[in-house]
């Protein structure tokens, strides 16, 4: 599975971004997919995860209010609508996904298969 993450950029603090995540695999529907961060010396953490369907996502505490996350199967596309951006939240992002058709999501990077290249978001303030 290949997976191209897109959207980043250069944001004053408080504006919006949406970035998304493209992938390959003609099943993707039946992959949970994730955002993670990775700022400068600093580890990869989690951002948001979506199961397959969508029903279910789950946020982390630093971004929960601020960013939400959806997916289109048909189009093989998971979003992340970023909100009320700050400084913090500059790093390089991340979309992964995992084979998973269950509604438990991986908030770990070793929870992942599949990885993108990620993308640079920047916050000015």
């Known amino acids: 599975v290949q997976l191209q993450a897109s959207g980043g950029g250069l944001v004053q603090a408080g504006g919006s971004l949406r970035l998304s995540c493209t992938a390959s695999?003609?099943?993707?529907?039946?992959?949970?997919a994730g955002w993670f961060r990775q700022a400068p010396r600093k580890e990869r953490e989690f951002v948001a995860a979506i199961s397959w369907s969508g029903v279910s996502t789950y946020f982390a505490d630093s971004v929960k209010g601020r960013f939400t996350i959806s997916r289109d199967n048909a189009k093989k596309t998971v979003s992340l609508q970023m909100n009320s951006l700050k400084p913090e939240d500059t790093a390089v992002y991340y979309c992964?996904?995992?084979?998973?058709?269950?509604?438990?999501?991986?908030?770990?990077?070793?929870?992942?298969?599949?990885w993108g290249q990620g993308t640079q978001v920047t916050v000015s303030s």
């Open positions: 695999e003609r099943t993707f529907s039946r992959y949970a």
């Open positions: 992964a996904a995992v084979p998973n058709v269950g509604t438990k999501l991986g908030t770990t990077p070793a929870m992942y298969d599949y």
